[in-house]
């Protein structure tokens, strides 16, 4: 069983940075629904664009649900245990944001093949039926989870989330992830997100990885 560590004081960590991470799927699941209702029939280059978009974020969301799972409520469970069933309402929470992940992904395949309007209103649905979802989770997490997050995980515990995430992508995607996620962001929290990365990674993300990013959501966002 996993104990309390040692070092673990009553001082809190700050989990601030994942209220910025979850504006990116507040704000970009809003945006898809739009996004694949505003695709012409027969549009099959504008439906590329915006089915690879959908799968980024999505998959994104995977990985931030499955960092959770793996890491997070475990260690919670352990060491907050009167909020148990606050923690397994979290986990049935993601199970059911899963089941709507895996009904998205081949829908988004056949959509982008097919653009047939019975698959875009398929598709548009079962994105908003996702968001409606998840902003529920999200809110409670802010809400219930964060607090205890910050009073019962170290900061190397909590670092590590950020790592299974980052791990787990592709390099090609991390300038388009780390800009969705700093597009929103206030200066203070800018600067919070960018100083948990190596200098050199910083500079590069800054420059061509923010250039990058305005040409990537100039192309998705086209036409919104």
Not at 77 to 96: C, F, G, K, V
Not at 134 to 155: F, G, N, Y
Not at 168 to 173: G, L, V
């Amino acid at each position: 069983m996993t104990s309390t560590p040692d070092n673990l004081t009553l001082e809190l960590i700050d989990v601030h940075d994942m209220v910025v991470v979850h504006r990116v799927f507040r704000r970009e699941l809003a945006i898809i629904d739009r996004l694949v209702r505003g695709v012409g029939i027969g549009d099959a280059k504008r439906a590329a664009v915006v089915a690879r978009h959908a799968r980024l974020v999505l998959a994104g969301l995977h990985l931030h649900h499955s960092g959770e799972d793996e890491l997070l409520w475990p260690l919670l469970l352990e060491r907050a245990r009167p909020s148990r069933e606050l923690i397994e309402r979290m986990e049935r929470q993601h199970r059911h944001v899963e089941d709507l992940l895996a009904r998205l992904s081949p829908a988004i395949t056949r959509w982008e093949s097919e653009l047939r309007p019975a698959v875009t209103e398929e598709v548009a649905t079962t994105v908003s039926a996702l968001r409606t979802a998840l902003l529920e989770h999200l809110d409670e997490e802010e809400a219930h989870i964060l607090p205890l997050a910050a009073r019962h995980i170290t900061q190397q515990e909590w670092n590590a989330l950020g790592e299974h995430g980052l791990a787990a992508m592709k390099k090609s995607e991390l300038p388009i992830m780390c800009g969705m996620i700093l597009e929103d962001a206030s200066p203070s929290e800018r600067h919070a997100m960018l100083s948990a990365v190596p200098a050199p990674i910083r500079i590069l993300l800054r420059t061509w990885g923010a250039w990058r990013y305005r040409r990537y959501v100039t192309a998705v966002r086209a036409g919104l």
